[in-house]
């Protein structure tokens, strides 16, 4: 692989462990690999340095420079981390800036919100996208590429990518797919109707939910508008926009992540973990 020598390390501010580890990586770099320049700008890697979640906000704070993203996982399984034990830290940098490691490329989905047949929003998810109301229950119809294969009585939808089959989809039970099979994965979140299985979803096709009817509360608040909400769009646990009747959420193919892989396997062991079997 080719090496690089600037280099973002990235984590959350309250993150006491990701803080140390920030100043260990940096006093290394400079006696291991003085060569190496810390750009926070405009890197072509990312360290970052916590679990899943983290490593979701990078991969969307991070998206227009497309770097390599690096993970040292101080959360628990790690499924998107690089390395997983703290112990083997300095040891993966070491391999990842001497080239010696895999590079993965993540799908992405993109979401689109039309309202009245404007596009409102766009928005790409690593893990998924989710359509849920947070109070009550609302109807929901999924169209794949113009035909319509569920109707949904209940909490919401979810859409998820082979990254994120094992984030809020595996909660809901849905199938676990390997991180490079490229394709979409649609689930619902408790419905009323008789349980349907999720669907796997062929990566060129489009998924459209339609938001056919709800009954209008109004008891929440949006915290960044103080408007009244009953139903949202959640991107990979972000809350991004409320949702009205008649709204659709086109979901398409974005763009690609790259994550680098030190461990062979990684992913069967992350599931080995998960699950706790020998």
């Known amino acids: 692989m080719k090496k690089t020598n600037k280099i973002a390390i990235y984590h959350r501010g309250d993150n006491k462990k990701a803080i140390l580890w920030d100043k260990k990586i940096r006093k290394w770099l400079k006696i291991k690999h003085p060569e190496i320049q810390i750009d926070q700008e405009n890197p072509s890697i990312v360290i ?28 628990h399984v790690g499924f998107l981390a690089s390395v997983r034990l703290s112990k ?85 039970h849905g199938p676990i797919i390997m991180p490079d099979v490229h394709c979409f994965v649609v689930t619902e979140i408790l ?6 299985p999720s669907m796997v979803v062929n990566r060129k096709k489009n998924v459209r ?10 008891e929440l608040l949006m915290a960044n508008t103080k408007e ?22 086109i979901i398409s193919e974005g763009r690609t992540v790259n994550i680098a892989e030190i461990d062979k396997d990684y992913f069967f062991k992350s599931v080995k973990s998960k699950f706790s079997f020998h």
């Open 191 to 196: 419905d009323h109707n008789t349980p349907t």
């Open 48 to 75: 970052v340095l916590g679990g899943d979640g983290t490593i979701l906000d990078a991969t969307h704070i991070y998206k227009k420079e497309n770097p390599i993203f690096f993970g040292l996982n101080l959360g």
């Open 88 to 172: 083997d830290f300095l040891t993966g940098i070491d391999q990842l800036l001497s080239g010696n490691y895999n590079l993965t490329n993540r799908m992405m989905l993109k979401a689109s919100v039309f309202r009245d047949g404007k596009k409102i929003i766009e928005k790409n998810a690593l893990n998924e996208v989710v359509a849920q109301n947070v109070l009550s229950v609302s109807k929901i119809e999924i169209w794949v590429d113009g035909h319509l294969v569920q109707e949904v009585r209940g909490g919401g939808i979810l859409v998820a990518t082979g990254t994120g089959s094992t984030a809020f989809n595996l909660s809901l």
């Open 228 to 249: 009244p909400v009953d139903m949202v769009m959640n991107i990979d646990g972000n809350l991004i926009c409320s949702l009205d009747i008649k709204d659709e959420i």
């Open 209 to 218: 939910i339609v938001i056919k009817n709800f009954r209008k509360r109004g």
